[in-house]
Every structure is written in structure tokens, then in C-alpha cells.
């Protein structure tokens, strides 16, 4: 059976450097429209589908992403395997601005998001499992990428996923903390769980963008984001390009 990849860019990624367009889809799903026209191209002399979870230009927040309509439409573009980019604040200490992290877990703090294909309309109940959330293929072929290039990638992590679009307080990360928490996001659920619903392989690369509130000396900027956006993105994107090249050999 023959294997797509998507990526889906998160805040900082609208545009994917390199790839050369060969088609834009703008779809209709069953569920609405998803956040941009999905791009159909070449990266790196391979095949890829891409979509900006927030929109081109970014302007949808992340509680009202149309979660489900976007992987819905991924999958009908034929995608076998997701790479998700997400940016994210540090609250584990060794997890510094500008760190990329591969999580392996996550905690679910959102609410009120559509998080299932599965309602109930079928006149059937299913219940999927999710106790190990990400693909381990994709994980250890972006493990492998970034030794190969001798850019540091941490590899174990519980990515919190908080509802949004406004920051948590102090108090809210120290809970966070205190459940397992390493990271702390707003876009990984429902996407997480949609894919495997859908039966797609799905892993998340993450960039720490800014100490968690409370973690570091002053409050979040949005300055301070954007800095550690533009200077990590360049060490995620070189990983990344490695894995296209490593997953179609």
C-alpha cells in the first residue's frame, strides 16, 4: 500500500519553506470546511500534503479549529501519516526556549471542542484506544532524523493541551505541573485523538516558545514568542526535511 505524509503547521508555520505547489484543494468536508485550501506539492522531491491549522494568514484560534474537518480531509487526500507542529510553552525546567520536544503523552484540559467522529448518529457507541497517543514509527523516524543531523531533539514528554486562546495562569501550570505535565499547548486535542479515529499514523514535534507562566523571570510576551519562533523553527524545519527524505527511501 502506497503512504502519503501531511504536516500540519501550527502557530509560526502558515507556509512551508521548500515545498513547491503543485495544487490547492479547497475542500468541503461533511463536517465544514477545513482551516485553508490543503497544499499539494513537492518537498524535497517528494509528495507531501500541507495545512496551516490556523489558516493562511493565521487568524482562526486554536478552540475554534475545525479539528475534524481537517483530518477528514487529509484522509481523503489518500494521507496515511501526519506530522504534527505544534508550539508550545516549557514547564518542565530542562525543556528551555527553543527546545524541540517529541511528546509521547498528553492530558486533555480542553472542553466544549467537537472531539469525535464517533457520535453516536450511527446508532452505535465506539471507543477507541488511546492509552499510547502517537505513532512510534513516526517517533523513532524523527528520532532518527535529528541524530542524523546532531540537532538535539528531547524524546519523552506529557503534552498538556489547555482550551485557549488566552495563557494559563501560574496556578493552572503548578497543577499542570503537578499531574505530569511537561509542555503545555492548546492544539493537540482534538487533533490527537481525531486521527486515530481515523485510523492515521500521527506524531507532534514541538518547539517551546516561552517558559510556562510562572516558570520564568517576567510574564509571557508576544515578542518573546515570535524571537523563539523564528530562531527554532529553522532547527525543526532541517528535522523535519530529513524525515521526508527518510520516509519515502
Not at 468536508?29 to 491549522?53: K, N
Not at 484522509?75 to 507542529?85: E, W
Not at 524523527?142 to 495563557?167: C, E, F, N, W
Request: hydrophobic share 40%.
Amino acid at each position: 500500500m502506497s503512504k502519503t505524509l501531511a504536516i500540519i503547521g501550527g502557530t509560526g508555520l502558515t507556509e512551508l519553506e521548500g515545498l513547491t505547489i503543485s495544487k490547492a484543494h479547497d475542500m468541503h468536508t461533511p463536517y465544514g470546511s477545513p482551516s485553508a485550501p490543503i497544499l499539494e506539492g513537492e518537498l524535497l522531491g517528494h509528495r507531501v500534503l500541507f495545512l496551516a491549522r490556523h489558516g493562511h494568514p493565521h487568524r482562526i484560534p486554536p478552540h475554534k479549529v475545525n479539528y475534524r474537518a481537517n483530518l477528514w480531509a487529509l484522509q481523503n487526500l489518500f494521507a496515511t501519516d501526519v506530522i504534527a507542529i505544534n508550539a508550545v510553552g516549557g514547564i518542565n525546567q530542562a525543556m528551555t526556549t527553543e527546545s524541540l520536544v517529541l511528546p509521547d503523552q498528553l492530558i486533555d484540559y480542553t472542553w466544549g471542542r467537537d472531539s469525535t467522529f464517533f457520535d453516536g448518529e450511527n446508532g452505535q457507541v465506539t471507543h477507541i484506544d488511546l492509552s499510547y497517543p502517537y505513532s512510534e514509527s513516526l517517533r523513532e523516524g524523527l528520532i532518527a532524523a535529528s541524530h542524523d543531523l546532531k540537532i538535539d531533539l528531547m524524546t519523552s514528554a506529557t503534552y498538556g493541551v489547555t482550551q485557549g486562546p488566552r495563557l494559563e495562569t501560574a496556578a493552572e501550570i503548578k497543577r499542570m505541573e503537578n499531574d505530569g505535565c511537561d509542555l503545555v499547548g492548546m492544539t493537540g486535542m482534538p487533533e490527537t485523538v481525531l486521527a486515530r479515529e481515523l485510523k492515521l499514523n500521527y506524531a507532534s514535534i514541538a518547539l517551546v516558545v516561552n517558559p510556562a507562566a510562572g516558570k520564568g523571570d517576567s510574564g509571557i510576551t508576544i515578542k518573546q514568542i515570535e524571537k523563539a519562533l523564528n530562531s527554532g523553527m529553522s532547527k525543526l524545519l532541517k528535522v523535519l526535511g530529513k524525515f521526508v527524505i527518510d520516509y519515502y527511501e
